[in-house]
């Protein structure tokens, strides 16, 4: 595994996505845009996802005020020298939007901070899926938030900006 700045150009969005597999019945695409473009109309809409958590649009409001994700995607590199997105399509299909559509003067949307694995079996996608969406990272207590927050407002960081963030 290492770590790398991709051209999104290269990467595919996953049709076996457990989010959206469903809706994909099996299409076939002609090209990466044809299929990025179909799948991340559903990564940026509604997926049927009712869990509690940031939606698309939030989520998308924190990466362009960060100006960058946190947490790289993961992909896995495909016989055709492209990459398939294994983790992070959510956060993939809004750095195409931003690249495309949104904000296409704005270079930093042009390649994504990824994990690139060479070779992973089904087995290895689906404890990546696992760990990624049913364990998550451990939340911080209200205390923890709160006293964090008290943190950065008294070393400079206004409220404000704070809200843009999260």
Not at 83 to 105: H, K, M, W
Request: contains cysteine; charged residues 30%; hydrophobic residues 30%.
């Amino acid at each position: 595994m290492k770590y790398q700045l991709v051209d999104i150009k290269n990467i595919k969005l996953d049709p076996q996505n457990p989010r959206i597999a469903d809706k994909l019945d099996g299409k076939e695409f002609k090209s990466i845009d044809d299929q990025n473009e179909y799948i991340s109309n559903y990564l940026r809409g509604d997926t049927g996802n009712t869990e509690n958590g940031p939606s698309c649009l939030e989520l998308e409001k924190s990466i362009y005020a960060s100006k960058q994700i946190i947490e790289p995607i993961i992909l896995l590199t495909d016989k055709d020298g492209t990459y398939l997105c294994v983790e992070g399509n959510t956060r993939l299909s809004i750095y195409l939007s931003f690249a495309n559509d949104q904000y296409p003067d704005e270079s930093n949307w042009k390649s994504i901070p990824a994990l690139i694995h060479e070779k992973l079996t089904p087995s290895e996608i689906d404890e990546l899926r696992l760990q990624a969406h049913f364990v998550g990272k451990k939340e911080w207590t209200p205390y923890a938030k709160g006293r964090y927050i008290t943190h950065l407002v008294e070393n400079g960081m206004s409220l404000a900006d704070i809200k843009k963030i999260v």
